[in-house]
């Protein structure tokens, strides 16, 4: 059975930057219809830039125009650092850089090599690029951010002193429309005494994280805002000014470091051609950084060593400035056809798929399940107690999928029907619903189980008239009600002499909150939603940061009351309202849950931030649509959450509990405010915060009643 699916193509990572290989996109039929039409346009502008005529410019342009593109400014450079293999200062004033350990590694950069600093190891630049308050300066460097999202680039600052000194940071990581990939602002800081004293200047431009980006970074030296110019790409990007209050000098720190800091994460990632001037360069000279130094070093390579990225980029560059008209005109229109396509894949959602590997794996039985003891050659098969597989075509996993569902084969009806029962009933015909085999328990009704598979098979296997037919039935409309005779001859109600009664799964008892409350959002489909939950707990957990999902953002406005289906769900942290209700990490395949009964139940019911919101929504439901007596609202409030009016009993102990309530928010007009300030929805300005209070307390103790999240 292993052999069957030891032959796909996965290759055992994660998708660390979304869904991993290989997936297949799920457009709707508007994106589909876009995807075509923009196929057919790259197709046609791909016509009017002949692949072997270029190719043929591009090889004569790149023999003489090294000569004719203009070379970066040197005015004002005190330090360039290539790293291309080595970390030599090639300004001619010889400010040579040193690794804080011998495992600095160089990979393949922009153009050249870069250094690729993993976060540990800092590099020394030496008592280089003093600043203070009146000098002008420019740094300028290719970037290519990783893991760490909060991170200090470039710094040179004395911590002794309030961390006095200068730095180039990232901070305000977040995830990109469309993916789960996480880019970061670049930021300039000048501190004379942190924090008061200190100008910090941003651009809410984010620079991607496992992609390469120009960076400049320019000041006038007025050591104000308005005098600090960010450009990304060789682009003027805007800017936004956090802290505005430099008075004084902000020359500190005796040495400058690239990825270090004491206090915070240090950058992760690769750098490239870092230059320092003492001056603030022009737009243009940071546009020939950006763009056309790349290229003149790229024309350096033979053209036999260049790699397939620096060949692009060259044949790019061409394209872009050198070409004829008409081929300019066209790349220019190719490209932002291509930049449309991507940007259309990028909110397409897309599922993860096996594909069949070109060359299967041999399966072998293993010694003690030991991968490293291979025993026995196997080929895909199934057990022989069971229907054989068809002749007809390679035994792979479409021919499985086949025989799992051909009329004959006696379990898949059986463990399907066996499963839709048990959400039902709380336990199934085959109680042990995870074990079919020798192991398991034999049904308590064999012929219903039997009856149940035929009907379900010759349904066409529709599942809607199966859980008609279950829902339809005398058994399952009886009550719960019960007997001592019958607990005594039936404690778990395998003959089905009565309804079972059982505590609700957590999602229901979730959704069935935001719908009694009217909360609840019915919309289908779309991407995960993110409701509230105990702040900081994904940081607290999470694992190695060059993963995703690494804090939680909470969802905003209608995305919080999505249906519980939609939740994201990370297995290392579930959702923890739902775990107290005994929700599986899903960490493993759970086939049956646990039901408990916890205090902890009783405490989110009561104090976690949704369904605190549900009871004040369901407190105005009854204020509004209850009538005017409390003894109508009470009421009206109790149908909506348990499907049946109070008894006399009930009805008393709930109007005195509302009348305490309210005793105790009218001495404390301030409690009562906060209280209904819980949830993202403001509360309502007509209804007066003391009453609104008391009716929600009121509604939170409906809403936690053993009736209210138990199938009775």
């Known amino acids: 059975?292993?052999?069957?699916?030891?032959?796909?193509?996965?290759?055992?990572?994660?998708?660390?930057?979304?869904?991993?290989?290989?997936?297949?996109?799920?457009?709707?039929?508007?994106?589909?219809?876009?995807?075509?039409?923009?196929?057919?346009?790259?197709?046609?502008?791909?016509?009017?830039?002949?692949?072997?005529?270029?190719?043929?410019?591009?090889?004569?342009?790149?023999?003489?125009a090294r000569s004719r593109l203009p070379s970066p400014a040197r005015q004002g450079l005190e330090a360039h650092y290539e790293f291309d293999g080595n970390l030599a200062d090639t300004s001619g004033n010889y400010r040579h850089a040193a690794a804080g350990s011998d495992y600095l590694a160089f990979k393949e950069g922009k153009a050249g090599q870069a250094a690729d600093l993993d976060g540990e190891t800092p590099l020394d630049l030496g008592d280089v690029f003093p600043l203070d308050r009146g000098d002008a300066f420019s740094i300028a460097l290719w970037v290519r951010p990783g893991p760490h999202r909060?991170?200090?680039l470039l710094s040179r600052m004395d911590e002794s002193q309030a961390w006095r000194g200068y730095e180039i940071f990232f901070q305000n990581s977040?995830?990109?429309?469309?993916?789960?990939?996480?880019?970061?602002?670049p930021c300039l800081r000048l501190v004379e005494s942190w924090p008061e004293k200190a100008l910090v200047v941003c651009t809410p431009e984010k620079l991607r994280r496992g992609k390469f980006h120009h960076l400049a970074i320019v000041s006038d030296g007025s050591g104000t805002g308005s005098g600090v110019r960010?450009?990304?790409?060789?682009?003027?990007?805007?800017?936004?000014?956090?802290?505005?209050?430099?008075?004084?000098?902000?020359?500190?720190?005796?040495?400058?470091?690239?990825?270090?800091?004491?206090?915070?994460?240090?950058?992760?990632?690769?750098?490239?051609?870092?230059?320092?001037?003492?001056?603030?360069?022009?737009?243009?000279?940071?546009?020939?950084?950006?763009?056309?130094?790349?290229?003149?070093?790229?024309?350096?390579?033979?053209?036999?060593?260049?790699?397939?990225?620096?060949?692009?980029?060259?044949?790019?560059?061409?394209?872009?400035n050198?070409?004829?008209?008409?081929?300019?005109?066209?790349?220019?229109?190719?490209?932002?056809?291509?930049?449309?396509?991507?940007?259309?894949?990028?909110?397409?959602?897309?599922?993860?798929?096996m594909a069949e590997a070109e060359e299967p794996r041999d399966t072998f039985i293993l010694k003690r399940g030991s991968y490293a003891q291979p025993d026995q050659k196997v080929t895909p098969g199934v057990p022989a107690v069971l229907p054989p597989l068809a002749q007809e075509g390679p035994p792979n996993r479409l021919a499985l999928a086949r025989w799992l569902l051909q009329p004959d084969h006696p379990l898949t009806a059986r463990v399907t029907v066996n499963r839709y029962w048990q959400m039902f009933f709380g336990v199934a015909l085959v109680k042990t619903v995870e074990d079919f085999g020798s192991q398991g328990e034999l049904p308590s009704h064999p012929?219903?189980?039997d009856w149940l598979a035929r009907e379900f098979v010759e349904s066409g296997w529709d599942v809607k008239q199966l859980l008609r037919t279950i829902v339809t039935s005398a058994t399952y409309r009886q009550s719960s009600r019960t007997t001592p005779q019958l607990l005594e001859l039936d404690p778990e109600n395998r003959l089905l002499a009565r309804a079972s009664r059982l505590r609700l799964p957590a999602e229901t008892i979730r959704d069935s909150a935001l719908a009694v409350s009217g909360l609840l959002d019915p919309a289908m489909g779309g991407p995960s939603v993110f409701p509230p939950q105990p702040p900081g707990l994904w940081e607290e957990l999470a694992f190695g940061k060059e993963y995703s999902a690494q804090s939680y953002p909470v969802s905003r406005k209608k995305d919080l009351y999505r249906r519980s289906l939609y939740t994201f769900w990370k297995r290392t942290v579930p959702p923890p309202a739902m775990l107290a209700f005994d929700a599986p990490d899903r960490e493993v395949c759970t086939i049956r849950r646990a039901r408990t009964n916890t205090p902890l139940q009783a405490l989110v019911l009561m104090n976690d931030p949704t369904y605190v919101e549900a009871a004040r929504s369901l407190a105005q439901r009854m204020m509004r649509e209850g009538g005017n007596r409390t003894e109508q609202?009470?009421?009206?409030?109790?149908?909506?959450?348990?499907?049946?009016?109070?008894?006399?009993?009930?009805?008393?102990?709930?109007?005195?509990?509302?009348?305490?309530?309210?005793?105790?928010?009218?001495?404390?007009?301030?409690?009562?405010?906060?209280?209904?300030?819980?949830?993202?929805?403001?509360?309502?300005?007509?209804?007066?915060?003391?009453?609104?209070?008391?009716?929600?307390?009121?509604?939170?103790?409906?809403?936690?009643?053993?009736?209210?999240?138990?199938?009775?």
């Open 322 to 353: 050198d070409a004829r008209p008409s081929f300019r005109k066209a790349h220019l229109d190719l490209k932002d056809l291509k930049r449309r396509q991507k940007a259309l894949n990028d909110e397409i959602p897309t599922a993860m798929v």
């Open 150 to 152: 909060e991170n200090s």
């Open 174 to 185: 977040e995830v990109l429309p469309g993916t789960i990939v996480f880019a970061s602002s």
């Open 633 to 712: 609202r009470i009421g009206y409030g109790f149908r909506l959450a348990t499907a049946r009016s109070p008894d006399p009993e009930e009805l008393r102990l709930l109007r005195d509990g509302f009348r305490a309530q309210f005793e105790s928010y009218q001495a404390d007009p301030a409690a009562a405010s906060d209280f209904v300030a819980v949830g993202n929805s403001p509360a309502p300005q007509d209804l007066a915060a003391v009453d609104l209070a008391a009716w929600t307390a009121l509604a939170g103790i409906i809403l936690n009643l053993d009736e209210a999240i138990t199938r009775e």
């Open 230 to 320: 960010i450009h990304v790409n060789g682009n003027p990007a805007a800017t936004k000014t956090l802290k505005d209050s430099l008075s004084g000098s902000f020359g500190g720190g005796e040495r400058l470091y690239v990825a270090r800091k004491t206090s915070g994460e240090p950058f992760s990632g690769r750098i490239e051609d870092l230059r320092l001037y003492r001056r603030a360069i022009a737009p243009e000279e940071i546009r020939q950084l950006a763009r056309v130094q790349p290229a003149r070093e790229i024309l350096l390579i033979r053209p036999k060593n260049r790699t397939e990225a620096q060949q692009a980029l060259l044949r790019d560059y061409f394209l872009e």
């Open 1 to 64: 059975f292993f052999a069957f699916f030891n032959t796909i193509s996965e290759k055992g990572l994660d998708g660390r930057e979304g869904n991993a290989e290989p997936v297949v996109q799920i457009p709707s039929p508007s994106q589909a219809r876009e995807q075509e039409e923009l196929k057919a346009a790259i197709a046609e502008v791909e016509k009017l830039l002949p692949e072997d005529e270029i190719e043929a410019l591009l090889e004569s342009w790149s023999r003489t």
């Open 447 to 449: 012929l219903l189980l």
